[in-house]
C-alpha cells in the first residue's frame, strides 16, 4: 500500500501544482490586500469567502485527479444536456449580479453554471471531435462541432455574459485544431465573426436596432476609442493604466496602492486584479504572475504532446487554450490592447464559480498525466 501511495505521488506534475499553487496562495494574499476597505466593519470579508472557495476547489482538483476521465468520454450528451439543463434553471431561477443573469443561489454563495461548464464544453466537444475523427476534414463535421458549442454559447450570451461565451468560442476552436480540421475551416470562421461584428457594432445599431445592451458596446469598442470617450468602461480603462503605469518596477506596496485602496479602480478584486498587481508590485511582481503562467502552459503544452489517448490529448490542449485565452484576455483588457470582457485572471481574480472551474481542469491534466505514467 505505501509503495502504491509512493507511486503515485511520484507519478503527479510537481512542477505544475507548484505554479498554480504559488498563484492560489498569491490571490489570496492580494484580495484580502485589495479589499480590506471595500466592506465597512468585515475587511476579511473577501479574504475569508475566497480561502473558502480556494480550499474546495483543492479538494474537488484532487478528487478530479484520482478520476479516470476516459470514463466520461462516452457520456458528451448526459453532460451536454446537464449543462444546458443547469443553465435553463439559471433563467427561472438565477440572481442578477451586475446586468447579467447568471448565478444561482446557494446558501450565501452564488453559483455560475456558465463558468463550470467550460470544462464540461471541453470535454463533450473533445469526444465528440474523436468520434468523428475519421471524418474531421469534412465540413459537415465541423458544422456539427460548431452547432453542439453554439447551443450553451447562446444561452450564456442571453444572460448576458459575453466574456463566458467567447471562452467557449476559445475552447471549441482549440478542439477543432487539435483535431486536425482543415485551415480553410477556420478561414471561414474568421470572415464570419468578422461579417458578424461589423453587423453587430455598425450595421444593426445604424438602423436602430441594438442586439448588445450600451454597456456592452462601451466595454468592447472603450480600448479603441481613447479611455474616457467610451463611459463608464473608459473610466475603468484608464484607472486600470493608471494604476499599472504607478506601480513602476518595484511597485509602491499594498499600502500605498492608492487607486486600490481608495477604490478608484473598479472591481479591482475581479476583472482588474492584474492591475492592482503591477500597482502593489509592479513590473516585478507583474511579470513574476507571468512567469508562473508560462511555468503553467509549459507544462501543459509538454502534457498534451504526452498524453495516453488522442481524447485526453484533446482534452489537455483545449483545456491549455482556455487559461491561455482567459489570461491574454485579461491582462490585454488591463492594459488596454483587448476588449473589456470581464473574463477574470484564472487563479488569481476573487469569486468562487471560476476557482472552482480553474482548479478542476488542473485536476484533470493530473488525472491525464497520471494514466500516462501508468497508475
Known amino acids: 500500500m505505501g509503495e502504491r501511495v509512493r507511486s503515485a505521488l511520484l507519478s503527479l506534475d510537481w512542477i505544475l501544482i507548484l505554479a498554480?499553487?504559488?498563484?492560489?496562495?498569491?490571490?489570496?494574499?492580494?484580495?484580502?490586500?485589495?479589499?480590506?476597505?471595500?466592506?465597512?466593519?468585515?475587511?476579511?470579508?473577501?479574504?475569508?469567502?475566497?480561502?473558502?472557495?480556494?480550499?474546495?476547489?483543492?479538494?474537488?482538483?484532487?478528487?478530479?485527479?484520482?478520476?479516470?476521465?476516459?470514463?466520461?468520454q462516452g457520456m458528451s450528451w448526459v453532460l451536454l444536456g446537464g449543462l444546458l439543463g443547469a443553465l435553463a434553471v439559471v433563467f427561472v431561477l438565477g440572481t442578477t449580479v451586475k446586468g447579467a443573469n447568471a448565478w444561482i443561489d446557494v446558501g450565501p454563495f452564488n453559483l455560475q453554471p456558465s463558468e463550470m461548464g467550460k470544462v464540461v464544453m471541453i470535454l463533450v466537444l473533445s469526444a465528440l471531435a474523436v468520434e468523428r475523427m475519421a471524418e474531421i476534414t469534412a465540413r459537415r463535421t465541423t458544422l456539427f462541432l460548431v452547432a453542439v458549442a453554439a447551443a450553451p454559447a447562446a444561452v450564456v450570451f442571453l444572460q448576458p455574459d459575453l466574456g463566458t461565451a467567447l471562452v467557449y468560442g476559445a475552447i471549441l476552436t482549440a478542439v477543432l485544431f487539435l483535431a486536425g480540421a482543415p485551415w480553410t475551416h477556420f478561414a471561414t470562421a474568421a470572415a464570419v465573426v468578422v461579417g458578424a461584428l461589423v453587423l453587430v457594432l455598425g450595421i444593426l445599431p445604424a438602423s436602430g436596432v441594438h442586439v448588445l445592451q450600451d454597456y456592452q458596446v462601451e466595454r468592447l469598442t472603450a480600448f479603441v476609442n481613447g479611455d474616457r470617450d467610451s463611459g463608464k468602461a473608459g473610466y475603468q480603462l484608464d484607472q486600470s493604466k493608471t494604476a499599472?503605469?504607478?506601480g513602476g518596477a518595484v511597485g509602491k506596496g499594498p499600502e500605498e496602492a492608492t487607486q486600490t485602496i481608495n477604490d478608484f479602480l473598479p472591481e479591482h478584486h475581479t476583472d482588474f486584479i492584474f492591475a492592482v498587481i503591477a500597482e502593489m508590485y509592479g513590473f516585478a511582481g507583474a511579470a513574476g504572475v507571468l512567469l508562473l503562467f508560462g511555468i503553467i502552459l509549459w507544462?501543459?503544452?509538454?502534457?498534451?504532446?504526452?498524453?495516453?489517448?488522442?481524447?485526453?490529448q484533446i482534452v489537455a490542449g483545449a483545456i491549455?487554450?482556455?487559461?491561455?485565452?482567459?489570461?491574454?484576455?485579461?491582462?490585454?483588457?488591463?492594459?488596454?490592447i483587448m476588449p473589456i470582457t470581464g473574463i477574470p485572471l484564472p487563479f488569481v481574480s476573487y469569486g468562487g464559480s471560476h476557482t472552482v472551474t480553474n482548479v478542476a481542469a488542473?485536476?484533470?491534466?493530473?488525472s491525464i498525466h497520471r494514466r500516462r505514467a501508468g497508475l
Open 299 to 312: 507544462r501543459i503544452l509538454r502534457l498534451t504532446a504526452r498524453a495516453a489517448t488522442q481524447f485526453e
Open 320 to 336: 491549455g487554450a482556455m487559461i491561455m485565452f482567459q489570461l491574454f484576455q485579461n491582462v490585454g483588457m488591463n492594459v488596454g
Open 244 to 246: 499599472i503605469g504607478s
Open 20 to 72: 498554480v499553487g504559488l498563484l492560489l496562495v498569491f490571490s489570496v494574499h492580494v484580495i484580502d490586500a485589495a479589499t480590506v476597505n471595500d466592506v465597512p466593519g468585515s475587511p476579511n470579508f473577501f479574504t475569508d469567502r475566497q480561502v473558502l472557495f480556494t480550499i474546495g476547489a483543492v479538494i474537488g482538483g484532487i478528487m478530479l485527479a484520482a478520476f479516470d476521465i476516459t470514463r466520461l
Open 362 to 366: 488542473i485536476g484533470i491534466l493530473l
